[in-house]
T-cell receptor, first 113, second 113 residues
Framework: QKEVEQNSGPLSVPEGAIASLNCTYS??????FFWYRQYSGKSPELIMS??SNGDKEDGRFTAQLNKASQYVSLLIRDSQPSDSATYLC?????????????WGLGTSLAVNP | NAGVMQNPRHLVRRRGQEARLRCSPM?????VYWYRQLPEEGLKFMVY????????ESGMPKERFSAEFPKEGPSILRIQQVVRGDSAAYFC???????????FGPGTRLLVL
């Protein structure tokens, strides 16, 4: 059974700082990776997806993938209080098939004004 | 373009009653996924459906739970003879095809008294 692990946090950063969230997964065949944000009491919303080794940037968010080391990270630059949420990492159970995602438990991020 | 819709948003049932949760996917999406999220736990895949077909129900309990996605109308997750342990948030997600990004509905919070 594939496993996806995240530090539960809470990760606390001051406003304007860079928040770094990490996710490791248990096998080497995973091809696609997803970061979702979930506010308390709300549903997950997609932040970024990444498929290739290296960095992918979208606004203040950067996803970094290292398949050899089996980790994917999410960097949030210029953190804002509105970024305070739980960040979920998801990996498909089977390579090439995104229908069943395996989810980490999430990292709670608190951005302090 | 309306997003994924779920109803009811909150549902209270007594032990032994039936719960019916509905999900209307985004327009143009023919793939539906159901997830359960227990308090302080991660998202757990339950079932994946296409119109009139259950494709993968490997995450759904064998007893009391069933799901359908008829040709017309919303997808329905049905829980018979609910128990307190069924209390959770149930999320539906949809995608235009397998392998595409999943978009989540607002969820149904089920409370079993």
């Amino acid at each position: 059974q594939k496993e996806v692990e995240q530090n539960s946090g809470p990760l606390s950063v001051p406003e304007g700082a860079i928040a770094s969230l990490n996710c490791t997964y248990s096998d080497r065949v995973s091809q696609s990776f997803f970061w979702y944000r979930q506010y308390s009491g709300k549903s997950p919303e997609l932040i970024m997806s990444i498929y290739s080794n290296g960095d992918k940037e979208d606004g203040r968010f950067t996803a970094q993938l290292n398949k050899a080391s089996q980790y994917v990270s999410l960097l949030i630059r210029d953190s804002q209080p509105s970024d305070s949420a739980t960040y979920l990492c998801a990996v498909p159970e089977k390579a090439g098939n995104n229908r069943k995602l395996i989810w980490g438990l999430g990292t709670s991020l608190a951005v302090n004004p | 373009n309306a997003g994924v819709m779920q109803n009811p948003r909150h549902l209270v049932r007594r032990r032994g009653q039936e719960a019916r949760l509905r999900c209307s996917p985004m327009k143009g999406h023919s793939h539906v996924y159901w997830y359960r999220q227990l308090p302080e736990e991660g998202l757990k895949f339950m079932v994946y459906l296409q119109k009139e077909n259950i494709i993968d129900e490997s995450g759904m309990p064998k007893e009391r739970f069933s799901a359908e996605f008829p040709k017309e109308g919303p997808s329905i997750l049905r829980i018979q003879q609910v128990v307190r342990g069924d209390s959770a948030a149930y999320f539906c997600a949809s995608s235009p095809s397998v392998g595409e990004t999943q978009y989540f509905g607002p969820g149904t919070r089920l409370l079993v008294l």
